[in-house]
């Protein structure tokens, strides 16, 4: 398996218009963990199983079952934040916006903005808010996705960045003539 070094190594090597030490494909967020240690871990035990009988439903198309078994988990620990996040994946599949954006926001609340869970509610509300043309919101939500470690968040606050856009678009064009000065001249 290949180092973080490796990476960045060959990320240099094949994509040299790169900045260096952006490795695409590194993915921090993997490696992410909640904090569940304040929580009773007989509850913690129910609530994780709850949890994965909901995605399991959700995954099968039974939207109302998943809701039901997500609800039921917040009921049990409701200041844990990975069932408020869960439910709101189903209630944003179901159509019910509003209502998915509240469960994030009480996902990012209860995580302290830090973990999984927050990284994952982050994202999904930097979605629904760019959905909704709030790019503001949706670039703030994504920066905070990628300082946990997302790289789609980073590359969704990238592309939401107007004078990002502008510099890769200015600096694709001097690449562009670097490598084919003769085009410049016939244009």
């Known amino acids: 398996m290949a180092t973080t070094h490796d990476r960045a190594v060959l990320q240099a090597i094949f994509n040299p218009t790169t900045p260096i030490g952006d490795i695409p494909g590194l993915n921090q967020e993997e490696e992410l ?3 569940d240690s304040g929580f009773d871990t007989e509850l913690l035990r129910q609530v994780k199983e709850l949890e994965m ?6 995954e099968a198309g039974d939207l109302q079952a998943a809701l039901q078994l997500f609800s039921q988990a917040i009921r049990i620990l409701p200041l844990r934040a990975s069932a408020f996040n869960n439910r709101a994946q189903a209630l944003r599949l179901q159509g019910n916006t509003a209502e998915a954006l509240a469960d994030l926001d009480q996902a990012v609340f209860l995580s302290s ?24 919101e949706a670039r703030a939500d994504f920066e905070k996705a990628a300082a946990l470690g997302s790289e789609f968040a980073r590359q969704q606050a990238v592309a939401l960045n107007p004078y990002a856009a502008l510099c890769n678009k200015m600096l694709s064009e001097v690449i562009n003539k670097l490598r084919n000065p003769d085009v410049s001249k016939i244009l």
């Open 53 to 58: 009988r909901g995605v399991s439903a959700a």
């Open 33 to 35: 963990i909640d904090d």
């Open 113 to 136: 903005g830090a973990g999984r869970t927050a990284c994952q509610a982050l994202v999904q509300r930097g979605l629904l808010r760019r959905l909704a043309d709030q790019s503001d």
